[in-house]
Structures are given as C-alpha cells and as structure tokens.
C-alpha cells in the first residue's frame, strides 16, 4: 500500500454553507429560471445618497423593490404545491455572504411599510448577526423575493440569478459604472439581473415590474 498522498485535500462545508448548498440545488433543479437585464440612470440617487445622513445604495434598493412588489402582488407569490401561493404581507430577503463562504437569507418583514433609513437599520443588524451565526429562524423564510447585491465588485456587471428555494424571484445588483442617460448625457448605471420563475410570472409582466423598480430608484 502506497504512502503518497494525495495531490488535494477534502474538507467539509460550513454548516450553513451546506444548507445553502442543498436548497440551491433543489431550487435550480426546479424553478424555471428566466432573467431580465437592465441599466437603470442613479446619478441623481447617488447625489442625495452622498449626504453623511442619507441611507445606503443597498437600502435604497430593498425599499424600491419592497414599493414595486406592493403594486405588483403576483411578484410577491410563489409556486407551491401546484399552485400560486400569494403572501398577505411584503417581506424582502436579501443575500449575506459569512466570512467563511456561508450564505444566509434573512428577511426584512413588511419592507414596504418600512422607510429607507428604517430598512438599512434592519438591514445592517440582521447581516451582522447573519455573518455571527446569531439569526433565529423566525428572521429566515416566508420572502417570495431576494435581493442580492454584488456591486462591491467593480468589474461586475450582470449575473445569472439563482432564485432561492421557496421564493419566486432574485434581484441581483452589479457595480455602477458610468455610461449615458436617453439623451446622451454622461451618468451613472446601475446594471440589474432580475430572475424570476417563470412558472409564476411571464416576461411582460416582469418587464413592467423592472421598470417600476427603475422609476422608484
């Protein structure tokens, strides 16, 4: 029997991770995954946002897609057991990444009847007992939509969103960047992917949605 070892070493996922990885795989398997992209004009948001006292880009997010989903009820559904599964109340996930490669989905509950400062305070507390391990499960589920925000990454732009399990739809948000409003003028973009289950919505209706959440931006 040889001795050599191996030229690799096998370690086993954080608890959370392996969550995370289990119900990743159920909901891509299953969901009909359809995305949307789009680059919506934010120079004039960032301007406000540059006060010391002004909320984040993050929260400003969470609360416009909160106000979208209350016009639009049929993006704050699910499929569920063969059928449209509707909530009677807005609530937000949003995707935390752990120091150690975890990934955890708290909920923000009635985003919409929350202000933008009201939600970047949830929304700071729930991340930092998030990254600790320190959620309770009651701040976990009953979200049909995600927002996941990637744009700490300069080169990135657009995604592939994968909806989590039990949900109906992900907005992933890419890094701003200069380029041109509708008459030329030079300004800030902020690149989206809106992916969202084509067994619940259609692509007209996801469209509008989008630009519903553009206009609220």
Known sequence: MSDT?????????PAMQRMAIKALSASYAENV?????AEIEVGALLERLEKSDAPTLTGSIIHAVATSV??????NSIYADGQKRTYSQVDIGFAVAGNDGSLSVPVIRNADRLTTSEIDKLRRDLAERARAKKLRQEEFGGAAMTVSNIGMFSNIR???????????????IGAVHWGFDGEGNPTK???VSFGF??????????????ETFAMAL
């Open 5 to 13: 070892q191996p030229p690799y070493t096998d370690a086993k996922f």
């Open 33 to 37: 995954h359809a995305t949307l992209f």
């Open 70 to 75: 209350s016009r639009y009820p049929n993006f």
């Open 158 to 172: 657009h995604g592939t969103p994968i909806i989590p399990a039990g949900q109906g739809a992900l907005l992933a």
């Open 189 to 191: 973009m902020l690149p």
């Open 197 to 210: 289950d084509h067994r619940v919505n259609n692509g007209a209706p996801a469209a509008q949605f989008l």
